[in-house]
Structure formats: structure tokens, C-alpha cells
């Protein structure tokens, strides 16, 4: 699934660029090198925990293509589950069988505070361009992996947390701007959207990159 998600994004990159009559020869894995690193700090706001910083490590692989940008990253984020999230994870709970059967009702508060976090390994493609006023502007998406880990004092060693934990495959749009104030030091800020089977998350980050070359 993984694999059939980089070829859609890359096919979709490479395609953008047919109005400047470039051919599909001209994309290459080979032009791919080590260009830079870059740090980044940012906010999300995720639909089931409170709004919380992110922060992401950022590496630059140069283009693949004219125009078409290659940017692995890794990225991280920590909060607490909101109320109606806490809510309603009670009540799933008190409807199980063996719950059920005992005749009481597990109440949010009987849960303390749940947190959750997301570390994710992803794969972005910027398709790229210069403007007048000397900054670069990208669009692009990619895929991603994300360790999702749920952690509580009441829930530790419990099966909520095995609920909470998970390994799973999710996709991200994004779009910013980028300049260059000095030579080899990029600032840039972008707007991203992320999808997961069962959350999502729109964010905004800001950041550094120290490029080589």
C-alpha cells in the first residue's frame, strides 16, 4: 500500500509539471543527494487531543526532476485526549460484554488523564517554483508511517492502552514558502493537512534548513 501511494504522489508531481513540456526521462532517482538539514517547530490541532506543538526534522534530497523536490522528515507531537474524546472512550467501554455484565458504567473520570503521541516517519514531493520577489513557493503531499502511543497512570499495562497504541500509514498535503536571507540558510513556513484511519490534523510549522550545496 505504501509503494502504491509514493508512485501516486510522484506521478501526480511529475505530472504538474507537463506545462513546461518535460518529459518523464527528465525524472530520475539518480539525481537525488544529501542537499541540506533542516528543523522545525510548529502547532497542530488533531480532531481527538488538545492543540499541541510539533516539532519535525527535515531532510533535503535535492529535486528528482525539474521542479519536483524530494524531502523526507520526521516528526513529533505529545498531548492530552480532549473531554468529548475521554467521553466517549468511557462509554465504548462500558458497553463490552464482560463490563456490561458487572452492572456498572465506567465513567471518564474513572480513566484519569489519557495522552497520546504521534512520531511519524514520512516521504514529501514539493512540486516548486521561484517568483519575482525571490521566494520559492511549493506545493506537494506525501506518506507517511505513524507510531501512534497512548499512555495513561490508569490505563498502563491495561488493554485501553493496546486500543490506543498503534502502527499505521498516513497522508499529508502540504504548501509554503521558502527564502533564502543568506548563503546555504533557507527560512520557510508551510501549511500541511494529515489523514489517518482514524484521525487527522491540520498544522503549521516554521523552520530552518542548513543547505551543503
Known amino acids: 500500500m505504501i509503494r502504491r ?31 541540506g538539514l533542516s528543523f522545525d517547530v510548529g502547532y497542530v490541532w488533531p480532531n481527538k487531543v488538545e492543540p499541541t506543538e510539533r516539532y519535525g526534522l527535515r531532510f533535503d534530497l535535492g ?13 513529533y507531537w505529545d ?21 456490561r455484565s458487572q452492572g456498572f458504567a465506567i465513567r471518564a ?6 495522552r497520546w503521541s504521534d512520531l511519524s516517519i514520512n ?24 507510531k501512534l502511543n497512548g499512555r495513561g497512570d490508569l490505563i498502563d499495562g491495561t488493554f485501553i492502552e493496546d486500543l490506543l497504541d498503534a502502527v499505521t500509514a498516513g497522508l499529508t498535503a502540504n504548501g509554503g514558502l521558502e527564502f ?9 513556513g508551510e501549511a500541511s493537512y494529515t489523514v489517518l484511519s482514524y484521525l487527522r490534523y491540520p498544522a503549521l510549522k516554521f523552520g530552518a534548513a542548513f543547505m551543503l550545496r
Do not use: C, N
Not at 526532476?65 to 522528515?73: A, K, L, M
Not at 467521553?87 to 463490563?99: E, G
Open 63 to 75: 529535486f528528482l526532476g525539474p521542479g519536483v523536490r524530494i524531502t523526507p522528515s520526521i516528526t
Open 5 to 35: 501511494l509514493i508512485l501516486v504522489v510522484l506521478v501526480l508531481l511529475a505530472s504538474a509539471t507537463t506545462a513546461r513540456a518535460q518529459t518523464l526521462a527528465d525524472y530520475d532517482y539518480e539525481h537525488l543527494s544529501f542537499q
Open 109 to 114: 473520570s474513572d480513566l484519569g488523564v489519557i
Open 123 to 146: 516521504l514529501d514531493g514539493h512540486f516548486a517554483w521561484d517568483t519575482d520577489l525571490g521566494v520559492m513557493t511549493y506545493l506537494g503531499g506525501g506518506v507517511g508511517i505513524h
Open 79 to 99: 498531548s492530552k485526549l480532549k473531554a468529548t474524546e475521554l467521553h466517549r472512550l468511557a462509554t465504548r467501554l462500558s458497553r463490552l460484554p464482560a463490563i
Open 180 to 188: 533564502e536571507p543568506i548563503d546555504r540558510l533557507r527560512i520557510y
